[in-house]
């Protein structure tokens, strides 16, 4: 049975941290959250600057995990360079969430 604290996550998928040329982070918000948070980030992702989102991440501590895809956009989407196809990543995506999602119902 699950505590009260964790009956609840949400999985933050393209999510915009800030905006296009700007480095003000929009995720102050999620200080107040007190439920697991997964975040799925693309590596080329001009909305999310991974470090930013490392920042968030930390200050959120144990509530937030992060995964990030190698040479995925905004949509996830990977230029044919990076050997994977679309819908490739889109399941890697989809198995860890799935994981995550596992992981979260242990805790309690």
Do not use: C
Request: net charge positive.
């Amino acid at each position: 049975m699950l505590n009260r604290r964790h009956r609840l996550s949400q999985a933050i998928v393209r999510s915009t941290i800030h905006r296009f040329g700007s480095t003000t982070n929009l995720l102050t918000h999620l200080d107040h959250v007190q439920i697991p948070m997964l975040f799925l980030q693309g590596s080329r992702d001009p909305l999310a600057d991974p470090g930013l989102i490392e920042v968030v991440v930390g200050r959120l501590g144990a509530l937030a995990t992060m995964r990030i895809m190698p040479d995925a956009d905004h949509s996830f989407r990977v230029p044919a360079r990076s050997g994977r196809t679309n819908a490739e990543v889109l399941e890697d995506l989809a198995q860890q969430t799935a994981s995550w999602m596992r992981d979260v119902s242990k805790v309690g």
